[in-house]
């Protein structure tokens, strides 16, 4: 059973910089697809990004692109969200999740593993 712990969380005002890290234990990291996704108050969770097993290659919304990073650590079963010039609307939720496919990794029927959430919000 994998277990996925998110932290870093909390609040930034617009135009600042977050980094949520996500801990993952249970199972070999490498062998699982990473993805961070967001629950807006009032909306339905969405992906923001992803990045496949191999750390190769990396996915991101339209919405992030150009502001949001996602890395991965082997050596320290660890998975990033470097978050930079933020706005109100990236305000949610953010979930950690683990797949065991590098395939279409954008969705989130393709993740087996989710962690509990960690809350950011950007105020304006």
């Known amino acids: 059973q994998v277990q996925l712990v998110e932290s870093g969380g909390g609040l930034v005002q617009a135009g600042g910089s977050l980094r949520l890290s996500c801990a993952f234990s249970g199972r070999t990291f490498s062998s699982y697809s990473m993805g961070w996704f967001r629950r807006a108050p009032g909306k339905e969770r969405e992906f923001v990004a992803a990045?496949?097993?191999?750390?190769?290659?990396?996915y991101y919304a339209d919405s992030v692109k150009g502001r949001f990073a996602v890395s991965g650590d082997n050596a320290k079963n660890m998975v990033y969200l470097e978050m930079n010039n933020m706005k109100p609307e990236d305000t949610a939720v953010y979930y950690c999740?683990?797949?065991?496919?590098?395939?279409?990794?954008?969705?989130?029927?393709?993740?087996?593993?989710w962690g509990q959430g960690t809350q950011v919000t950007v105020s304006s």
């Open positions: 999740a683990a797949a065991s496919t590098a395939w279409r990794i954008t969705a989130q029927t393709q993740y087996d593993y």
């Open positions: 990045i496949t097993r191999s750390g190769l290659s990396t």
